[in-house]
């Protein structure tokens, strides 16, 4: 079925008439919704920096509409990249032109969590993927940390995950009516109807002293994921999740800094450990191909996963680290 097909059924299930729906449109956005096959949406999480903002900047290369989304206090940045995407992609030998917008949420709400997903379909039309990229680190040993410390990087890290795809994953089966697809004629060979792709991260596999409630997050993001992937089958949506290793942005830089000040601390006449030492340390002695990663390494990856290619891949925590860990 087309995207325009699929419409009718995702609004009512979103319990709206079509014709209120379209009058609003015609009256606000009269394009939005016009959708040609193949168009695809995309919300990115975490997408005002760093890992998040190559991933934005990647699918929109590779034709995704994009819902840009993070905290409120970082409107700027995204209407930043929302500008670059919205220039870069959309001159006049673009067939159909990717269009961008800014909706920020915290993750860590399901009611803002649900009403970005409801903001993107009513600007850009019927979901397709779910980037649930939003995350924070922290470097703590573990019996200095607090109960809102470990509270609060479970609730960003994992409880985000799940409000994110929990809020996708019923949109998207909404938008096909509620079938799941192993009921539909076609059984398992019916088309991947939507993708959910989490952060996860190397110490989702091998955990880092000091960053022990980071570690236990993110291996809880690879459990999610593998269950919401056993559940969602049947609906034709695949869930996947991305393991990064050392990459360069403003979460290392915390992470730098904090290994940094426990190194100076721990050495041997309190030598100061300078800034970027640690990350120079780890890429050094650890990733056998010898640089640290940049966020369009794993922002290819996270586009293969969101591409067709990927259709039969679920339930996975691909790593991209240059060779740190090996699975
Ligand atoms: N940088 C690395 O080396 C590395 C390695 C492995 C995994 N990761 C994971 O990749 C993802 C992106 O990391 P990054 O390096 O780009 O980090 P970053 O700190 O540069 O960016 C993270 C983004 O998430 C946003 N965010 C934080 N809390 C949020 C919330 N409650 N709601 C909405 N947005 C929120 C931040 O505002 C920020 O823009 C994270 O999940 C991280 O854990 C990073």
């Keep these: 079925m087309s995207a325009l097909g699929r ?3 995702a609004l009512s299930a979103l319990g709206r008439t079509s014709s209120q729906h379209l009058s609003r449109s015609i009256t606000t956005t009269p394009v939005a ?3 040609v096959p193949h168009e695809r949406v995309a919300i990115v999480t975490g997408a005002a920096r760093g890992i998040g903002r190559a991933i934005a900047l990647r ?3 590779d ?10 206090a970082l409107q700027p940045q995204l209407d ?3 500008s670059e995407i919205n220039n870069t992609n959309n001159d006049a030998s673009t067939p159909v032109p ?3 917008h800014a909706l920020p949420a915290d993750v860590t709400s399901p009611e803002q969590v649900a009403a970005l997903v409801r903001g993107s379909t009513d600007t850009l039309g019927p979901l397709d993927t779910m980037v649930a990229n939003a995350g924070i680190a922290q470097v703590k040993p573990l019996l200095d940390l607090t109960p809102e410390d470990f509270r609060r990087m479970l609730d960003v890290n994992v409880a985000g995950v799940h409000h994110c795809f929990q809020a996708a994953a019923k949109q998207i089966i909404a938008q096909s009516g509620g079938q799941s697809g192993t009921e539909t004629e076609s059984g398992g060979d019916s088309p ?3 993708r959910l792709i989490a952060a996860a991260s190397i110490v989702a596999f091998k955990p880092f002293a000091l960053l022990g409630h980071y570690s236990a997050s993110k291996w809880a993001v690879r459990g999610l994921s593998q269950v919401y992937a056993m559940e969602l089958a049947k609906h034709r949506i695949t869930v996947n999740a991305y393991a990064p ?3 360069d942005t403003a979460m290392w830089e915390l992470i730098d800094q904090g290994l940094g000040e426990k190194a100076t601390a721990e050495s041997e006449g309190r030598r100061q450990v300078a800034k970027g030492e640690m990350i120079k340390k780890y890429s050094d002695e650890l990733i056998a191909l010898g640089r640290t990663s940049v966020s369009e390494d794993v922002a290819k990856l996270v586009s293969f996963l969101a591409s067709p290619d990927a259709d039969y891949v679920t339930g996975q925590t691909m790593v991209v680290d240059g060779g740190i860990i090996f699975t």
Aim: hydrophobic letters at 40%; zero cysteines; a positive charge.
């Design 80 to 82: 930043t990249l929302v």
């Design 98 to 100: 990717v269009r961008a």
């Design 7 to 9: 419409l009718p059924r």
């Design 59 to 61: 699918l929109a290369q």
């Design 33 to 35: 919704h016009r959708r």
């Design 63 to 72: 034709g995704y509409h994009i819902t840009a989304s993070d905290l409120p």
């Design 192 to 194: 991947i109807r939507g």
């Design 245 to 247: 290793g050392i990459v």
